[in-house]
């Protein structure tokens, strides 16, 4: 495939492109032939019943995959007009300009101060960091709860507010897209409000990849929804449907898809 | 039986069999922990039973007859205890004495020991244990009075500061474990310096770097099946390796170091050997430690865009540095006890110098044991006592150490 196909991204419409994506788990085919044009500075929703490889798909944009299991990757995702599967392209470095939170909250056994600022660090950043630290947590909504505790450990805080520790960690490293993983699937409702609430907030600064299990999640905070479903042939993950929110919750093309967001499946 | 009427049929609860069948187990393990309690206690009873206890002494000569115009020996001037010696030793072993060291030089008090070395000549005919010398004193004299009229008796400690601070010697009375002591202590060392790095840097290697394919997986499997391998073939190795085949190393010719008596078999050939022997020890208790690090933390390391040596330096190493230490006690507390490989890998039997040097001869404390043990006179089987209860105690302050290193690492997180 020549650089030609890939003018739609540099012209800075998409903020990432999957196009042909294949990945496997040793033999068994996990995710099929996705093509997928993320919109920039917008939310996008990933849902889907269990095991349609919501999660294998979120990881596919910053190379998670290769990290712990036996995955391999074909196809190409197009970030900022480079294929990241290329071999010249460091997945290190993808992975500071793609950031990614997870679904349970793994702070670092640091201070909170540390937590955030090591991911900069590492990444050799030179400003000041103290003002690193305040605006990321400012702008993770968590300044105003940790303010006089930056000392102490990430882990004391309680769940929610670990999570809102990762997302001020993620954005430390200055990324362009931040993919999230169920991030608020093991939090309590308005613990959850408030991370959703965050992900508005961040939309306007960053790009936003969501996976979640929450319909009405998917419903409030994002712009765009892809919906992955299970082939029942060869039991592989595709996308179904990729259609704006609101379209997606009232007049779906795919018949698949009305069946999963009415609750008649999955 | 239940309080409350039945509810629901189908069930049969059976409450007091099932706490009945709980019982039983719990009176089992607690059994189980007893049996474990009881061989400990016993063992370190029998241990102390023999450290400590009545000896009786007979001298060669009654240093009563060495008094002279009703001076005691202890208190006659230096050149009377001259005299004395030269009186009552052979004219040969007076002046090998001369020679070693002139008279002149030597103290009082230097030649009042070789008088009692030489000259009384304290032998101890008979040692009892500290159980008959509390509760047995009764037949303690009979028998001394039967058989050893002309003694001396007096309660002994085996171990004492003189038992820690003084070489090795032919006359158990006279010996100590300093020798055998610092050689412990030099090889521990070395198979440390050398085990500990090598074998967390193999852990690392295998648990964060190493892809799951079959050379990996055949690497593992014999590292699995090495630690279970009897030590004396660890002795072998090392005495092939070590001591002969990198003998100008091991024996320091290849750094200047000519004490042409060692012919390799050193304090660094011993300690590489234990270091070889606890080797695989450390590779699989870090490695289980590393990988009790949760993933989750290594994933948020990736994600915000660590290289792997980031990650490890960071997170990993950090976080099961703790569960590292632990194994790594656990591997000295093995390697300080060993025996066999150092049997073959030539520990000495019988030297008086402490060790100077990774270059020097040595024995260690279960080689001195085992030395002790096997002498037919009873009273090296109190010295034995006394070393084991110093190897104990030298084992117990090893581990105090990497304790309060592990939790001050564990605390810093």
């Not at chain 1, 039991?235 to 009232?250: C, D, H, Q, V």
């Not at chain 2, 030539?346 to 096997?374: N, V």
Request: hydrophobic content about 45%.
């Amino acid at each position: 495939m020549s650089h030609g196909q890939t003018s739609t991204s540099q012209n800075g419409k998409y903020a990432i492109e999957a196009e042909d994506l294949k990945v496997y788990y040793d033999d068994f085919l996990a995710l099929k032939n996705v093509n997928l044009q993320i919109q920039r500075n917008r939310v996008t929703a990933i849902i889907g019943p269990s095991g349609c490889g919501k999660s294998t798909m979120l990881r596919a944009f910053n190379r998670m995959n290769e990290l712990f299991r036996n995955a391999h990757t074909e196809g190409k995702v197009y970030f900022n007009g480079v294929n990241v599967y290329q071999s010249d392209v460091d997945p290190v470095e993808i992975r500071r300009r793609i950031g990614m939170v997870f679904q349970k909250p793994n702070p670092f056994p640091k201070s909170i101060y540390e937590n955030v600022a090591w991911g900069a660090r590492i990444n050799g950043y030179k400003g000041n960091m103290d003002n690193l630290v305040h605006e990321c947590l400012v702008q993770a909504a968590l300044w105003d709860e940790v303010k006089d505790k930056l000392g102490q450990s990430g882990l004391s805080l309680s769940g929610g507010q670990q999570q809102r520790l990762c997302i001020a960690r993620t954005i430390a490293t200055k990324p362009e897209i931040i993919l999230m993983d169920e991030p608020a699937s093991a939090l309590d409702p308005i613990a959850t409000l408030r991370i959703e609430d965050l992900m508005r907030d961040l939309a306007e600064q960053y790009t936003i990849i969501v996976v979640t299990h929450n319909m009405q999640q998917a419903g409030r905070v994002s712009d765009f929804t892809a919906f992955f479903s299970i082939d029942e042939d060869d039991r592989a993950g595709m996308l179904i449907e990729y259609n704006p929110t609101k379209k997606m919750f009232s007049n779906p093309d795919n018949e698949i898809t009305e069946d999963y967001i009415t609750g008649r499946f999955g | 039986m239940s309080v409350f009427d039945s509810d629901v049929k189908d069930f049969e609860p059976k409450l007091e069999q099932r706490h009945q069948r709980g019982s039983i187990w719990r009176v089992v393990f607690l059994a189980s922990t007893t049996v474990g309690i009881v061989v400990l206690a016993v063992l370190l009873l029998t241990i102390i039973n023999d450290a400590f206890g009545y000896v009786a002494i007979e001298n060669e000569i009654d240093p009563e007859t060495l008094a002279q115009e009703g001076v005691l020996l202890e208190d006659l001037p230096r050149e009377a205890l001259i005299a004395t010696l030269q009186e009552n030793v052979s004219e040969g072993l007076f002046r090998r004495f001369e020679h070693d060291k002139p008279f002149g030089a030597r103290t009082r008090e230097e030649i009042l020991a070789l008088i009692r070395d030489d000259v009384i000549e304290p032998r101890v005919v008979a040692q009892w244990t500290l159980f008959e010398s509390l509760f047995r004193r009764d037949m303690i004299s009979q028998e001394l009075a039967e058989d050893y009229p002309n003694s001396e008796v007096r309660f002994e400690r085996w171990i004492d500061l003189d038992f820690v601070t003084t070489p090795q010697s032919a006359d158990a009375m006279e010996a100590g474990v300093r020798t055998a002591i610092f050689g412990s202590l030099w090889t521990i060392a070395i198979a440390i310096l050398f085990s500990f790095p090598v074998g967390v840097g193999a852990a690392i290697y295998l648990e964060e770097y190493a892809v799951d394919n079959v050379v990996n997986r055949v690497i593992q499997t014999n590292i699995n099946n090495l630690a279970g391998v009897p030590s004396i073939i660890y002795g072998m190795l090392g005495l092939a390796i070590f001591v002969r085949a990198l003998q100008p190393i091991s024996s320091g010719a290849a750094f200047g170091y000519n004490e042409a008596t060692a012919n390799g078999r050193t304090v660094v050939s011993a300690g590489l050997t234990l270091g070889l022997l606890i080797l695989p020890l450390v590779i699989i208790n870090s490695q289980e430690a590393i990988r009790a690090v949760p993933n989750s933390l290594r994933s948020a390391a990736y994600g915000l865009g660590a290289t792997r040596w980031q990650t490890v330096w960071h997170h990993v190493l950090p976080n099961a540095i703790t569960g590292i230490l632990t194994g790594a006690i656990l591997a000295v507390s093995r390697a300080i006890g060993e025996t066999a490989p150092l049997v073959v890998v030539g520990a000495s039997t019988y030297i008086t110098s402490d060790p100077s040097g990774p270059f020097s001869k040595f024995t260690t404390l279960p080689i001195q044991i085992y030395q002790w043990t096997t002498r037919p006179q009873d009273v090296f089987r109190n010295i034995a006592a006394a070393a084991i209860i110093v190897l104990l105690v030298l084992l117990l302050s090893l581990n105090a150490t990497a304790v309060i290193l592990r939790n001050r690492f564990s605390k810093r997180l």
